[in-house]
């Protein structure tokens, strides 16, 4: 009895002799296209971010500012990155995921408006935190979502799928940014995402379902008002409303109807849960040494090698390429790790081994960064051929993105019942320090020279491997530790 709720809580199907409850009423096909259509939405983000690095030099002389001056739209652009998601991944774990989608799109295109109208600086700085506001929380949303349709032994390819749709934009983006940039001037960039978010707002108000566990059970509950949708109403026709004992047996989170409060806390409860405090701050640093190469790339390649707004664009391909190649291919070595550590596993659901499952690969990629990051600061502050430092932006982009794919599937595994919450705190931690790293970036290579400033950081990076090793050795116990004071009588 004792196994059969662990797994539960944990989003695992048990065997019982009563008829066979799915755990999402879904099929494989709809189950795709509702990942298809949440990372679509995630796209957002990272488009808003990353279309605009090419136009910054552009942005910079229409405004009469300096590239540092724009760089700081970047920052305040990932605190609020950072802060929102905290907010509305609280929002969505209660009130819904389809609510929380469309009330953040409305934001996003009213900034977008906006930002293509700026005159001044000041607006640009506003505007952009606004923009972030509304785009940022799609992830953490998206997540949520994953979570709500996926079982844990299903959840890594799905997550590896939703990943590379929501990184795509890191190769598209700044392609799109170039041209815009050097032909349509930089403001066309916004009324471009002012079009694409407004045909998502659409394609989501009309068929994304309402996949909330406390709010929907497995999806057989009827949403209602704005959270229903025609793609879940289809799906209702097909799979009648499940018998109540068996719907109570099938949903692996609160109880469906039961009235939640939001705790806005929540994200910051999660990064101090000692079970992956180590793994977040481990996850953040990674992150910002990433941003930090693609927030000054368009200046650097700008002023070492001369270049123009589309050259510079083309420059991002490699990291794009990289992240979504990246993210696949991690996502389905998860599931097939997790399949042949769950045949060969015979104790108890509880002492499941899930920090050497999730995080043992993350040694592989956190060498693969530092190298990646000393090669390229080096390599520009000598001037070495362009195709050198883009080389190490692939292996960069190949690293940081598996990273960020294996540490948010285990923060999904650990808090099931939470999942936008655990990817806004994640969102929290990693955007904050980004939003530093990419601020203080250009004045340490001034100072300093680009060699010794990525060689500072790749210091960082390897004394932060302390904390995987602190993260595997004791994460479980303090996993187990939490779970006992929630049920005491397991």
Request: hydrophobic share 45%; net charge positive; charged share 15%.
């Amino acid at each position: 009895m004792e196994k059969k709720k662990a797994d539960e809580a944990n989003g695992l199907q048990t065997i019982s002799t009563s008829p066979a409850i799915p755990y999402s009423i879904f099929t494989t096909r709809q189950k795709a296209l509702i990942i298809a259509i949440v990372s679509t939405a995630a796209t957002f983000s990272a488009f808003a971010s990353n279309i605009y690095f090419p136009a910054i030099p552009a942005i910079a002389r229409d405004l009469s500012v300096t590239p540092e001056l724009i760089n700081l739209t970047v920052t305040s652009y990932m605190i609020l990155q950072g802060l929102a998601p905290s907010i509305w991944g609280a929002l969505a774990d209660v009130h819904g995921r389809r609510l929380t989608y469309i009330t953040t799109f409305i934001i996003f295109i009213g900034a977008c408006v906006g930002l293509a109208e700026t005159k001044h600086y000041y607006q640009l700085v506003i505007l952009r935190c606004l923009q972030s506001t509304g785009s940022a929380s799609t992830i953490a949303i998206g997540a949520g979502v994953v979570g709500d349709i996926t079982t844990r032994a299903e959840r890594g390819g799905y997550m590896g799928v939703f990943q590379a749709g929501l990184l795509a934009p890191l190769s598209v983006g700044p392609i799109l940014g170039g041209i815009f940039s050097q032909t349509l001037g930089w403001r066309a960039i916004f009324w471009f995402l002012t079009i694409y978010s407004g045909a998502v707002l659409i394609l989501l108000a009309v068929v994304l379902p309402e996949t909330l566990r406390c709010k929907v059970g497995n999806g057989s509950v009827p949403a209602k008002g704005i959270s229903n949708s025609l793609l879940a109403h289809i799906q209702r026709r097909r799979h009648p409303m499940t018998e109540e004992p068996a719907l109570q047996r099938s949903v692996s989170t609160t109880s469906v109807g039961k009235q939640l409060s939001v705790d806005f806390l929540g994200p910051l409860k999660i990064i101090f849960s000692l079970e992956v405090t180590f793994v977040i701050i481990f996850l953040a640093i990674y992150y910002t040494v990433w941003q930090m190469t693609v927030a000054v790339m368009s200046t650097l390649f700008s002023t070492t090698y001369g270049m123009s707004e589309i050259q510079i664009g083309l420059t991002y391909i490699a990291n794009g390429v990289a992240c979504v190649a990246g993210t696949f291919t991690t996502g389905k070595f998860l599931d097939y790790d997790y399949e042949r550590f769950k045949k060969s596993y015979e104790g108890p659901a509880e002492s499941f081994p899930l920090e050497r499952v999730r995080l043992r690969t993350l040694w592989l990629w956190a060498g693969m960064e530092i190298a990646a990051s000393l090669v390229f600061g080096w390599t520009m502050e000598h001037h070495v051929h362009v195709s050198v430092p883009i080389i190490c932006t692939f292996f960069l982009g190949w690293a940081s993105t598996s990273i960020i794919g294996i540490i948010t599937t285990f923060m999904v595994d650990i808090f099931p019942k939470k999942g936008a919450s655990a990817t806004a705190a994640l969102n929290l931690v990693r955007c904050l320090m980004g939003a530093g790293g990419t601020a203080s970036v250009l004045p340490t290579v001034n100072t300093i020279g680009i060699g010794w400033t990525f060689t500072l950081w790749s210091g960082v990076m390897l004394a932060a491997l302390g904390l995987i090793v602190v993260q595997m050795a004791k994460g479980r116990k303090w996993r187990q530790g939490r779970e006992t004071m929630r049920n005491p009588r397991a």
